[in-house]
């Protein structure tokens, strides 16, 4: 464990020092809110679970929950994913 | 997004109902392999509904058996689907396509010829050289030959200076230039004549011998002006006296010109008016309506408009279409559009005065109609007519005295 977070330490430093952005780097969700009624997920790993109230998509950075209203999966590629409806919650575990 | 789904219309997509335990499994894995899903949502615990692409249902069999999960096909959208139950309606696209090719096929050929340009010729005399050449309605247009066209309209019209042919669909336009040609003057021998009896005012002799002078009184037809130049003789010196019965000598022979000189004479003319103090009739009130219907076989279906007229007096205008007959076959359809015009009766009561000041107004009007340009009005006398007779009309007779032009052409025949 301790030589991943060295690495990652590593990692971290070296985008820092290049100015690379930490979703290429760091491989971490790039998270893009349209209002409250749009979000895009890009560098997904997939879903989890999902319901109209729930989603919970599974990242490079552990577990990223969607909360709301009327949700639906609007587009869905390998490594972006869209949600449509009405968000109230968003949330990093 | 417009151009994604117009993508996805034109390869066509399926709605498909995932069932199971976990679709959320489905929907990862097939993301994962690159199969694109989209507007996925829960109907219920354990049943989503999501889009797929046509070509990609194949892969997903594998992929539900994995899960453990089973898919429905809901709905089709697209194009294929739509073509493919075309296939079912053979007879409707057999319809379409020989629209499309009568359409095409129709397109092809000329079916309106118009001129443009023209002021002195008249358009069907183009029309008619164009259709020498050639032209005419119907005529396919991979036989048109604009450039031949233009030319032999050219030739056979002498006074169009530039033919051009435009074609517009299935509109061709002729466009010509006409020559501004100079005024062909008459030189054939002429006389001036009276075209009035008048009194002659003055007379101004551009050619020719005048006949008549300042004074004198002419009747219609008489010669005023002379086409015939009368001989020249040589003056006689004073002091020789010439012996009676010797023939002048002619220094120049008597010759034929044409004629032409102002002749102004005082004329009078004549107008006549009556109008009736007491006038009925019937006249329009401008309110109209119009019935349009189809008669076949002696039966009259009425198209629009009612059947009874909400008119109590009123005149009718009927107009008649019907397809032109071809060989033997006439369609036995007319068209026929009756037109109803309301009339109102009146009745017009007016005082002599106005009416002597209306049949004066009918009178001088009458004059007026008739009199050329250049006439000059001198003085004008109005009189009632009187005819001994009771009856409600006032006749009013109008003499006006004029000065004008009372010449005009008469040939010589030599």
Not at chain 1, 14 to 42: A, H, R, Y
Not at chain 2, 20 to 47: C, Q, T, Y
Not at chain 2, 69 to 96: H, N, S
Not at chain 2, 395 to 412: C, L, S, Y
Request: glycine share 8%; net charge positive.
């Amino acid at each position: 464990m301790a030589f991943r977070d060295l690495r990652r330490k590593v990692r971290k430093r070296l985008s820092e020092l290049f100015e690379i952005p930490g979703d290429v780097m760091l491989d971490l969700p790039k998270i893009t809110l349209v209002g409250n009624i749009q979000i895009l997920v890009e560098n997904h790993r997939g879903i989890i679970e999902y319901t109209p109230q729930r989603v919970r998509v599974c990242t490079g950075d552990g577990e990223v929950a969607v909360g709301g209203e009327d949700l639906i999966l609007r587009n869905i590629l390998p490594d972006e994913l869209m949600v449509e409806g009405k968000i109230r919650t968003l949330s990093f575990n | 997004m417009f151009l994604f789904n117009l993508f996805s219309f034109l390869t066509g997509h399926v709605v498909i109902l995932v069932t199971g335990e976990a679709p959320e499994k489905f929907v990862n894995m097939a993301a994962s392999r690159g199969i694109h899903l989209w507007d996925i949502s829960r109907v219920r615990e354990g049943a989503i509904l999501l889009r797929v692409r046509l070509s990609a249902v194949k892969p997903l069999r594998h992929i539900a058996r994995r899960t453990r999960c089973r898919f429905k096909t809901r709905r089709r959208v697209g194009l294929p689907f739509y073509l493919a139950g075309l296939r079912r309606r053979k007879a409707l696209v057999a319809g379409a396509v020989f629209f499309l090719s009568a359409l095409y096929f129709l397109t092809s050929f000329i079916w309106f010829i118009e001129v443009e340009g023209n002021e002195r010729l008249s358009e069907n005399e183009i029309i008619a050289a164009a259709e020498e050449a050639g032209l005419s309605r119907g005529l396919p247009k991979w036989k048109l030959e604009t450039g031949r066209l233009e030319a032999a309209i050219q030739e056979k019209l002498p006074l169009v200076a530039w033919a051009g042919i435009d074609v517009k669909g299935t509109r061709v336009t002729i466009e010509v230039a006409e020559k501004t040609v100079p005024r062909v003057e008459d030189r054939r021998p002429s006389d001036v004549v009276s075209a009035r009896a008048g009194l002659i005012k003055e007379v101004l002799v551009f050619e020719g011998h005048p006949v008549v002078k300042e004074g004198d009184t002419v009747l219609p037809g008489q010669v005023l002006i002379s086409g015939e130049i009368p001989p020249l003789t040589e003056p006689s010196s004073p002091g020789a006296e010439r012996k009676p019965g010797e023939a002048p000598k002619i220094v120049r022979p008597s010759r034929y010109v044409h004629a032409r000189g102002i002749v102004r004479a005082r004329v009078w003319r004549e107008g006549y008016g009556e109008v009736a103090t007491v006038e009925t009739g019937s006249k329009p009130t401008g309110r109209r309506k119009t019935v349009f219907s189809i008669k076949f076989e002696g039966k009259e279906i009425i198209l629009s408009g009612k059947r009874n007229i909400p008119f109590e007096h009123y005149e009718t205008e009927t107009f008649v279409k019907r397809l032109p007959e071809w060989r033997n076959i006439g369609i036995p359809v007319e068209l026929i559009t009756v037109i109803y015009n309301e009339v109102a009766e009146y009745r017009l009561e007016r005082s002599w005065t106005e009416a002597y000041g209306k049949a004066e107004e009918i009178a001088l009007q009458e004059i007026c109609e008739k009199l050329p340009r250049d006439a000059r009005l001198l003085e004008r006398w109005v009189e009632e007519v009187q005819t001994g007779r009771r009856d409600n009309l006032v006749r009013v007779k109008a003499v006006v005295e004029t000065v004008e032009d009372i010449g005009t052409d008469r040939p010589i025949n030599q």
